[in-house]
C-alpha cells in the first residue's frame, strides 16, 4: 500500500514539473497566437473600413438615399467585425460551429431581453423601405411633439436636428408605429395665425390691416391665396384669423415677423387688443348715498359687480 502512495506522488510531481518545464514554450506559443490575432484584428478592421467606403461610394454612385447609405453602412460594419472575431476564435483553434452554436443561443437571450431595440432596428428597415421622410426633411412627430430636420437615419436611432440647435434622438420603432408629419413633402406651408380686438373696434379695418400686412411681404405666396376671417365672437373679444402660404424655410420667420407687425399696424390705426380687466358699476341709490355722505347697506350679493371686458 505504501509502494502505491509513494508511486502516484511520484507520478503527480512528474506531471508537474513536466507542466513548469513546458510552461515557457506554451507562453510563448499563446504569446505569438495573441500577436497575430491582434495583428489580423487591425489588418482586418482596416480592410473593413475600406469596404465600408468602396460601397458607400457605390451607394453614391446608385444615387441612395442618404438614409439608406447610413443604414446599410451600420449593418456592413456589425456583420463585418462580427464575422472577422469568429475567424480569429477559429484561429486559436475554436470550433466555429461550437462558437456559432454559442452565439446562436446567445443571440435568442439577448433578443428576448432586447425587445425594443429589435424593433427600433425593424423600425429602421421599415423607414427606409416606406420611405415617410428622408434626410433633410422636417418632420413632426405627433406622439410626443417632437420635431426638427432629419440629421440621421441610424440602426436603432434617428436624429432631428432642432431649430435652437439641439439634437433629438428618437427610436425607430416609435417613429415607425406612430403618426408624423413630414412638413418638406410640399414646397410650402400654411400659415394659420389669429388676433383678438376689441368690440369697439371697426373689424373690417382690422381685417384690411392683416390684409395688407401679408399682401406686402415678398414671403407669403400669393399664389396659394391668402384669406382673412373672422374666426370666433368670444367673451371679450372678437377673433379675427388669416391663412396664407409661405415657403418651408420662411415659416418661423414670416410667423414672429407678422405677429409683431400686426400689434404695431393695430396700435397705429386704433384698433384695440383686449386684455383682461375688470370694470364695476354700481348702482345709483349707492352711489347717491356715497355722495351724501351716508355708508352703504351691505347686500349681500342682492346688489353686485357685473363683470365685463374691454
Known amino acids: 500500500m505504501t509502494d502505491g502512495v509513494t508511486d502516484e506522488v511520484t507520478k503527480n510531481l512528474d506531471s508537474l514539473e513536466r507542466f513548469f518545464s513546458e510552461l515557457p514554450e506554451k507562453l510563448v506559443r499563446f504569446g505569438i497566437h495573441a500577436i497575430l490575432a491582434v495583428l489580423i484584428f487591425i489588418i482586418g478592421g482596416k480592410l473593413i473600413r475600406l469596404l465600408r467606403k468602396v460601397v458607400r461610394k457605390s451607394l453614391v454612385k446608385a444615387k441612395a438615399d442618404a438614409g439608406v447609405q447610413g443604414f446599410m453602412d451600420s449593418m456592413l460594419n ?5 464575422l472577422l472575431i ?4 477559429s484561429y486559436f483553434g475554436v470550433e466555429t460551429t461550437s462558437l456559432i452554436a454559442l452565439l446562436g443561443s446567445a443571440g435568442v437571450t439577448i433578443a428576448l431581453a432586447l425587445q425594443g431595440s429589435l424593433s427600433n432596428i425593424t423600425g429602421g428597415v421599415l423607414l427606409l423601405a416606406l420611405k415617410p421622410f428622408k434626410i433633410g426633411d422636417y418632420i413632426i412627430e405627433d406622439s410626443k411633439g417632437n420635431e426638427g430636420t ?3 437615419i441610424g440602426l436603432f436611432y434617428t436624429k432631428l436636428r432642432t431649430r435652437d440647435g439641439r439634437t433629438v434622438v ?3 420603432g416609435t417613429l415607425a408605429n406612430t403618426s408624423l408629419t413630414n412638413v418638406s413633402d410640399t414646397p410650402g406651408r400654411r400659415l394659420i395665425m389669429s388676433f383678438g380686438i376689441s368690440y369697439d373696434s371697426s373689424i373690417a379695418k382690422a381685417k384690411e390691416l392683416m390684409l395688407k400686412l401679408a399682401e406686402d411681404d415678398k414671403r407669403v405666396l400669393k399664389d396659394e391665396g391668402i384669406l382673412v376671417y373672422v374666426d370666433e365672437l368670444s367673451d371679450s373679444q372678437v377673433t379675427l384669423g388669416i391663412r396664407f402660404y409661405v415657403r418651408n424655410e420662411d415659416y418661423f420667420a414670416v410667423k414672429w ?3 409683431e407687425a400686426i400689434k404695431d399696424s393695430f396700435d397705429k390705426n386704433g384698433i384695440k387688443i383686449p386684455y383682461p380687466q375688470l370694470d364695476v358699476h354700481m348702482p345709483e341709490e349707492k352711489k347717491n ?6 355708508s352703504p347697506r351691505n347686500n349681500s350679493g342682492k346688489e353686485g359687480a357685473e363683470r365685463s371686458r374691454a
Open 289 to 294: 348715498s356715497r355722495n351724501k355722505g351716508g
Open 78 to 82: 456589425v456583420g463585418l467585425y462580427a
Open 150 to 152: 432629419v440629421s440621421e
Open 257 to 259: 415677423a407678422y405677429t
Open 86 to 89: 469568429i475567424w480569429i476564435a
Open 170 to 172: 428618437l427610436p425607430n
